[in-house]
């Protein structure tokens, strides 16, 4: 199965902190929380290409 890289960015400062792989017959657009080390909190993490 085709597995895609897609890289999660935080939607408060926008920096992708995360790389993850996801398989590539999922069209759900993944948000996840995460901690970011620029905001220094956990935020919102949305994937983007
Ligand atoms: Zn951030």
Redesign the pocket.
Known sequence: MAVKKVSLA?T????R?YMIAKKADRTVRLEVKKF?K??GKH?LHKESM
Request: aromatic share 0%; with cysteine.
């Open positions: 935080c408060i400062c926008g920096t902190n970011c620029i905001c935020t």
